[in-house]
């Protein structure tokens, strides 16, 4: 019997360690890397440089020329890339520490997509620089595309190099895009049908994909096996390496004229120096809480309010993010997100609407500290599937920013204007299938990059700016497209009449998009948003949120055939053909944006709006000669300025009655008053001791410590600290359940009243 009381030695526990280590079954994510988003301590290096002194102009100087490099690449990437990702954006270069810190990014691109790839620049040299069968040389370059090692989903691949400056690691490099296409279940690359991390196609954890500068073919054509788009991969694989390569240029060029000390501090500082900052600027804050709740509607397969409780605390010159009380994880669904993901869009949240000023740096959120329960939807655990991972999550991006801005309100100065937030889904559709040219592709619309802005404290939100995770996007060129893929736009990209949230200030519109297929007898799309029940985005002020959003179908027609018939009798826009129904025969139909992917017809109509920004203040505050131009640019309805905004005005000629209006207005006001009630009258109304039991709902009620949830079809009650993954029933297997069930109540009643 072995001596349970016996005390290794120091030898021992070498020994024990480095046969764990040699032997361990399955290298993870690491817990430790992945749990932390601050920038390291120092290098022994770091700490060498700096502690000499630095010369600040030379330190600009080199920061210029790097930032200068960045844009360079990105430019490279933008330009060659085959993704249509890479065409309007949806990308980044970065740079990095020895140790892996994110110190700079180019001056466009997805903030995010750099802020998480430090994680596997962390986990590159803690595992395999050592390993004798990896290594680290000069040359090498990694590929990485698995959120659970850190990124936004699994479409986004990264192109991960390591610069070196005689012998000696100096930095890291990175040239992240979109890609799409992956292999997974449903085309494109994000299945919203995924029931498990098997379902979501290639996931590459950062291995080395490159040697001595070139690529290997014998993996690259392993990976060009495991996606729909072979030609997509090998291309874009080649763009990113040539664009590190590029930039692994210019920072030599930075080693050879500055030296390696002058980039090291420059590197470093630029973190540090953010860092103060940061603290500073939440030393500047009220002490105190101030708390918000949103509610994503939908898991992607049925509907259910999933909720998102977020506390933001200051004390000092600290800030905690407290997201416990947030829904539970789920079992089978592509929904949930892990934490490392999470805090990447806090950290786009921070940089784009409350301090945009700062250098787009993850030390910008090192003084800052956030926590979640574990296995909950934001923390999700590693074998949950996490196909979707943020892009129905991406009110998350939005979410601080109505507490930050009551903390920020009375500030004698601010960063950046009061805003509300943005419409914050992708509305948009992935598609697959094979083109009008025969290949097979899967992949993502532009058309995302249409979103509204929110209102500011000062003026209406932009209209069709921007998604809600990159404020320098684009939504490319329609034509290139349509040579490319089967799918026919039906009009333009109208404005959105109507469909914004309301204030003393609106928020920008979102665009109408109506797409068809043509030329293709096997294509298909899907969403994967949340946001057509409950509104994603809340009003500030007493502005209103924006509106909620619908996917409308026309079915079982060809609208070629159609027209061809009947030129002149359809107008293309979404109100009308669901209300008017031109077309007949066609099955009209209305859905939540959380589509899994289905096969469409030639000649099929699939519309969906991108959101509208939500608005800021009293409508009855907003200026009648700015509705009255609304109504005259077709952006509000004669209804929605009468109705809502009390503006009287001749519909005939728009002339503003201004005594009319003050009028109306000053009636409005006493109604509210009349409409009103105490608070107290109001709780005792509406409260309730749990959440309604028809309702599938999951998240904290009026404790965070005690979750509410559906497990199985069954409603549970968990401690936060205990929380399990809910299992969800598949909707197919719920759907044939009450058909059966309605057939045997039909047959009983027949049988009734044949007995009769």
């Known amino acids: 019997m072995s001596d349970t009381n016996t005390t290794l030695t120091a030898e021992d526990k070498r020994l024990l360690d480095q046969f764990l280590n040699d032997n361990q079954l399955f290298y993870a994510p690491d817990p430790e890397i992945m749990a932390s988003h601050s920038i390291s301590p120092r290098s022994a290096e770091e700490e060498r440089v700096l502690s000499q002194g630095v010369d600040p102009h030379r330190l600009n100087q080199v920061r210029g020329i790097v930032i200068a490099a960045l844009d360079e690449s990105f430019t490279m990437v933008e330009q060659m890339g085959a993704a249509p990702g890479a065409k309007w954006g949806d990308l980044v270069t970065g740079i990095y520490t020895a140790t892996g810190d994110l110190s700079?990014?180019?001056?466009?691109?997805?903030?995010?997509?750099?802020?998480?790839?430090?994680?596997?620049?962390?986990?590159?040299?803690?595992?395999?620089?050592?390993?004798?069968?990896?290594?680290?040389?000069?040359?090498?370059?990694?590929?990485?595309?698995?959120?659970?090692?850190?990124?936004?989903?699994?479409?986004?691949?990264?192109?991960?190099?390591?610069?070196?400056?005689?012998?000696?690691?100096?930095?890291?490099?990175?040239?992240?895009?979109?890609?799409?296409?992956?292999?997974?279940?449903?085309?494109?690359?994000?299945?919203?049908?995924?029931?498990?991390?098997?379902?979501?196609?290639?996931?590459?954890?950062?291995?080395?994909?490159?040697?001595?500068?070139?690529?290997?073919?014998?993996?690259?054509?392993?990976?060009?096996?495991?996606?729909?788009?072979p030609k997509l991969q090998l291309e874009d694989v080649k763009v990113k390496l040539h664009a590190v390569m590029r930039l692994r240029e210019r920072v030599l060029r930075v080693l050879e004229e500055h030296g390696k000390d002058a980039l090291i501090a420059a590197l470093r500082k630029n973190l540090e120096d953010v860092e103060v900052e940061v603290r500073r600027r939440i030393a500047e804050l009220p002490d105190g809480t101030t708390r918000v709740v949103s509610f994503p509607d939908s898991?992607?397969?049925?509907?259910?309010?999933?909720?998102?409780?977020?506390?933001?605390?200051?004390?000092?010159?600290?800030?905690?993010?407290?997201?416990?009380?947030?829904?539970?994880?789920?079992?089978?669904?592509?929904?949930?997100?892990?934490?490392?993901?999470?805090?990447?869009?806090?950290?786009?949240?921070?940089?784009?609407?409350?301090?945009?000023?700062?250098p787009h740096t993850m030390a910008v959120f090192s003084p800052i500290e956030v926590i979640a329960d574990e296995n909950s939807l934001v923390c999700a655990s590693f074998d949950t599937p996490q196909a979707m991972s943020l892009i129905p999550l991406f009110k998350g991006m939005t979410l601080p920013v109505i507490p930050m801005a009551k903390l920020s309100y009375s500030l004698p100065h601010r960063y950046t204007a009061i805003v509300a937030p943005q419409y914050d889904q992708p509305a948009t559709f992935i598609y697959g299938g094979l083109t009008q040219h025969g290949e097979s592709v899967g992949n993502f619309c532009a058309d995302i990059n249409g979103n509204g802005q929110g209102a500011r404290s000062h003026r209406d939100g932009e209209n069709a700016l921007s998604p809600p995770f990159g404020f320098m996007c684009d939504i490319g060129e329609q034509e290139l497209a349509e040579e490319e893929l089967p799918i026919l736009r039906l009009g333009g990209h109208n404005i959105a009449t109507d469909r914004v949230g309301f204030g003393k200030y609106r928020g920008g519109f979102g665009y109408e998009q109506i797409a068809t297929v043509r030329g293709s007898n096997l294509w298909g799309f899907m969403t994967g948003c949340t946001g057509s029940i409950f509104s994603p985005s809340p009003g500030m002020f007493g502005g209103?949120?924006?509106?909620?959003?619908?996917?409308?179908?026309?079915?079982?027609?060809?609208?070629?055939?159609?027209?061809?018939?009947?030129?002149?009798?359809?107008?293309?826009?979404?109100?009308?053909?669901?209300?008017?129904?031109?077309?007949?025969?066609?099955?009209?139909?209305?859905?939540?944006?959380?589509?899994?992917?289905?096969?469409?017809?030639?000649?099929?109509?699939?519309m969906i709006c991108q959101g509208g920004g939500a608005g800021y203040g009293d409508v009855l505050e907003r200026d009648p000669a700015q509705v009255v131009k609304d109504v005259e640019e077709g952006l509000i309805s004669h209804e929605t300025a009468k109705e809502l905004f009390k503006v009287v005005y001749d519909p005939r000629n728009l002339l503003l009655d201004a005594d009319a209006t003050r009028k109306a207005r000053h009636d409005e006001r006493k109604a509210r008053v009349a409409r009103g009630k105490p608070y107290h009258e109001f709780v005792k109304e509406w409260q309730t001791a749990e959440?309604?039991?028809?309702?599938?709902?999951?998240?904290?009620?009026?404790?965070?410590?005690?979750?509410?949830?559906?497990?199985?079809?069954?409603?549970?009650?968990?401690?936060?600290?205990?929380?399990?993954?809910?299992?969800?029933?598949?909707?197919?297997?719920?759907?044939?359940?009450?058909?059966?069930a309605e057939v045997q109540a039909l047959r009983a009643q027949l049988e009734s009243a044949n007995a009769g």
């Open 544 to 606: 209103y949120a924006s509106p909620v959003y619908a996917l409308c179908k026309i079915r079982g027609i060809n609208v070629f055939d159609f027209v061809k018939k009947h030129p002149g009798k359809i107008t293309f826009d979404i109100l009308s053909l669901m209300n008017e129904q031109p077309i007949p025969d066609a099955k009209y139909s209305t859905h939540d944006m959380g589509m899994t992917f289905e096969l469409v017809n030639e000649g099929e109509i699939y």
């Open 104 to 229: 700079m990014i180019a001056p466009h691109g997805i903030v995010a997509f750099a802020g998480c790839c430090h994680y596997p620049i962390k986990f590159i040299r803690k595992y395999w620089e050592k390993d004798p069968t990896v290594g680290l040389r000069e040359g090498d370059g990694f590929i990485h595309n698995d959120s659970r090692y850190g990124g936004i989903h699994n479409t986004d691949q990264s192109m991960i190099m390591p610069v070196y400056w005689k012998g000696e690691l100096i930095c890291w490099i990175s040239s992240t895009v979109h890609e799409g296409e992956n292999g997974a279940c449903e085309p494109g690359g994000m299945p919203a049908a995924a029931e498990s991390k098997f379902d979501e196609g290639l996931k590459m954890s950062p291995f080395r994909l490159v040697e001595n500068f070139e690529v290997r073919r014998d993996l690259l054509t392993f990976l060009q096996n495991s996606v729909r788009d």
């Open 691 to 740: 959440p309604p039991a028809h309702i599938p709902y999951f998240g904290s009620w009026d404790d965070p410590k005690r979750i509410w949830a559906m497990n199985g079809g069954q409603r549970v009650v968990l401690d936060a600290d205990k929380l399990t993954g809910m299992f969800m029933p598949n909707p197919k297997d719920v759907r044939i359940g009450a058909l059966e």
């Open 299 to 358: 898991t992607l397969r049925e509907n259910a309010l999933l909720k998102f409780n977020l506390a933001v605390t200051v004390k000092g010159e600290r800030m905690i993010l407290d997201l416990r009380g947030s829904s539970p994880e789920f079992l089978n669904r592509s929904i949930n997100c892990n934490f490392a993901s999470f805090r990447t869009i806090l950290l786009t949240a921070y940089l784009q609407n409350i301090w945009p000023d700062l």
